[in-house]
């Protein structure tokens, strides 16, 4: 069983910057392909990014291109979501997934095994 925790949300300004780290439980060094999505009030839970197991490719939703960019340590069997330029349509609960096996689809929540319980951010305007 891999346990996800999701860390480094908040309240931010439009435009500001925020880092979201994800850890994993399981033996170091284990790896998953990971991803990001999130869920704004009302909506549906959509993906965001995701890396895959070596960290060798990144995925990225439309919206967040050229502004979030996401990495993997594999020794700490961690992700991160660096978030920069953020804007007021950003916010929603973000959520940390994982697959058990390199599935080889990263885009729909079905995709993935695991999930963490979510970190808010909040981008004010």
């Known amino acids: 069983q891999v346990q996800l925790v999701e860390s480094g949300g908040g309240l931010v300004q439009a435009g500001g910057s925020l880092r979201l780290s994800c850890a994993a439980s399981?033996?170091?060094?284990?790896?998953?392909?990971m991803g990001w999505f999130r869920q704004a009030p009302g909506k549906e839970r959509e993906f965001v990014s995701a890396?895959?197991?070596?960290?060798?490719?990144?995925y990225y939703a439309d919206s967040v291109k050229g502004r979030f960019t996401i990495s993997k340590d594999n020794g700490k069997n961690t992700v991160h979501l660096q978030m920069n330029s953020l804007k007021p349509e950003d916010t929603a609960i973000y959520y940390c997934?994982?697959?058990?096996?390199?599935?080889?689809?990263?885009?729909?929540?079905?995709?993935?095994?695991?999930w963490g319980p979510g970190t808010q951010v909040t981008v004010s305007s």
């Open positions: 399981g033996p170091p060094g284990s790896l998953y392909p």
């Open positions: 890396v895959t197991w070596n960290g060798g490719s990144t």
């Open positions: 997934a994982a697959q058990l096996y390199n599935s080889g689809s990263y885009y729909l929540t079905r995709s993935y095994d695991y």
